[in-house]
């Protein structure tokens, strides 16, 4: 049974959460402000938000804010990354098998050396 969404904010972060991240924001603009704050009151367009917020941009949790959006893709595109994606995912499922096998193979050979060393 699916859910249906509820408007505002989501459930699955908590009051405190919010409280943090909301504290880490202000903290990065108090502590940088004059870097950014002309540019971003002139700011009249997404990519000029992004652009006066570059002095900033290397602090974590701000990506979304100073990051150019990810490009629009057309069907046959999306359609390419898929199959990429699958092949790619399917490669890595084998070689974590194999991994397994050989941490196997290894715990028996450990086991084995320690069964000859206390003989």
């Not at 409280?19 to 880490?24: D, E, I, N, V």
């Not at 490669?91 to 000859?116: M, P, Q, S, Y």
Request: charged share 30%; hydrophobic share 40%.
């Amino acid at each position: 049974m699916l859910i249906p969404k509820r408007r505002g904010r989501p459930l699955l972060l908590t009051d405190d959460a919010l409280l943090q991240r909301r504290a880490f924001l202000v903290g990065t603009f108090d502590v940088q402000w004059t870097d950014f704050a002309w540019e971003l009151q002139r700011a009249k367009s997404a990519r000029a938000i992004r652009n006066a917020l570059q002095p900033i941009h290397k602090r974590t949790g701000l990506e979304p804010f100073v990051y150019e959006p990810t490009r629009s893709s057309t069907w046959t595109e999306l359609r390419t990354h898929r199959h990429t994606l699958d092949r790619r995912s399917r490669h890595i499922t084998v070689a974590a098998e194999d991994e397994l096998a050989a941490k196997n193979r290894l715990d028996k050979v450990e086991g084995a050396l320690l069964d000859v060393g206390s003989e």
